[in-house]
């Protein structure tokens, strides 16, 4: 008996030492997201993102991803009101909230790659475009930059002037005014939409970029491209969290989180837009997609008409404390330092 005493004495006492132990607690950090299963955000900025978080703070805060949270417009709100922690917002979708943001989305008729153009974008919102206070409620994590927009026709057009009267999905910002130049009609359908819309004949072809070609079965409805260097616009996206998503960490793991966002995320994105595209166009060729460049004549009429747009939007976003000139210049001196840095591509493969 005495054995058996001492026995259940001991384990009752290791019992108890391991109560005391307390358990390594794991944050998650729910990310709502869209785009489909197959959009390069959800294969390779989530997916590589999550392992920084998860080397950055040491397995203390991890990253979740959750599908149909709600549609695109409506991300920002799904943010704001911790329904879910952080997602990815495209500007464009919340017309007349977002201005400053047009920035990097005017078209240059120059080549540069979405990765230098979303890191160059990152430090021109802090220091330029932040001020206008269009993210209030929701922390900007990262800023991004899409590749060149060209248009997608149902049926083969040569030049802009081929195109006026024509069904176009438009999504917002630049590429409205852009529209409205080029006298089309304008659709506002979600990239989700498109291939519906178009298969149905219910829009003649979209604005879109040409990841589109693949990640939105763009090819198979729209195959024809019209295409300008640079693009005819870019697009602007922010990956924005809940700030009361900080409550849950310490100041030590907010900061490495804060630490692997910024420009090394921003650069992913832009990374994932760039090889998105490259994959766009080998699909859409490989279905027969024709690739027409639009001629001189009309890029001398987009230059004049970006101008103008250029001038209206420097004199809208001074009412909302930004200096256009300077947050331009600033971003165009970024976006050629960036194309002097090293590439992301490397952490991304690493990962």
């Given at each position: 008996m005495n054995n058996f005493a001492r026995l259940a004495i001991g384990a009752l006492a290791l019992s108890g030492m391991s109560l005391s132990v307390p358990a390594l607690a794991q944050?998650?950090?729910?990310?709502?997201?869209?785009g489909g299963p197959n959009h390069g955000v959800n294969t390779m900025v989530w997916p590589t993102w999550k392992s920084w978080v998860e080397e950055a703070t040491e397995g203390r805060v991890t990253v979740e991803v959750v599908h149909d949270m709600g549609p695109p417009a409506s991300q920002m709100e799904i943010v704001a009101d911790g329904i879910a922690d952080a997602s990815w917002i495209f500007h464009a979708h919340m017309a007349g909230r977002f201005l400053a943001t047009q920035l990097?989305?005017?078209?240059?008729?120059?080549?540069?790659?979405?990765?230098?153009?979303?890191?160059a974008y990152w430090h021109t919102h802090q220091e330029h475009l932040a001020r206008a206070n269009e993210h209030r409620g929701v922390d900007v994590l990262a800023t991004g930059v899409h590749g060149p927009g060209q248009i997608f026709t149902r049926s083969r057009v040569a030049s802009i002037e081929e195109l006026a009267g024509k069904r176009l999905r438009v999504g917002g910002g630049v590429m409205s005014g852009l529209g409205d130049a080029m006298e089309v009609t304008g659709v506002s359908i979600p990239p989700t939409g498109i291939y519906e819309a178009a298969s149905q004949g219910v829009v003649d072809g979209a604005m879109l970029t040409l990841e589109s070609l693949r990640s939105f079965r763009v090819a198979e409805v729209a195959p024809h491209t019209l295409t300008v260097d640079g693009g005819f616009y870019r697009g602007s996206f922010s990956i924005v969290m809940n700030p009361l998503f900080w409550d849950q960490v310490s100041a030590q793991d907010r900061e490495a989180i804060e630490e692997v966002s910024g420009e090394p995320l921003s650069r992913l994105f832009g990374y994932m837009m760039d090889t998105s595209d490259e994959s766009g166009v080998e699909?859409?060729?490989?279905?027969?997609?024709?690739?027409?460049?639009?001629?001189?004549?009309?890029?001398?009429?987009?230059?004049?008409?970006?101008?103008?747009?250029?001038?209206?939007?420097s004199e809208a976003v001074a009412e909302r404390g930004v200096d256009a000139d300077a947050a331009l210049t600033y971003f165009r001196?970024?976006?050629?330092?960036?194309?002097?840095?090293?590439?992301?591509?490397?952490?991304?493969?690493?990962?």
């Open positions: 944050t998650t950090l729910t990310v709502s997201t869209w990097p989305e005017f078209p240059t008729f120059e080549e540069f790659s979405s990765e230098d153009a979303s890191a699909f859409g060729e490989a279905r027969g997609a024709t690739f027409t460049q639009a001629p001189e004549a009309d890029v001398e009429r987009l230059r004049t008409v970006t101008d103008a747009l250029v001038s209206e939007w001196e970024r976006l050629a330092e960036a194309g002097e840095g090293e590439s992301i591509a490397g952490r991304v493969a690493s990962e």
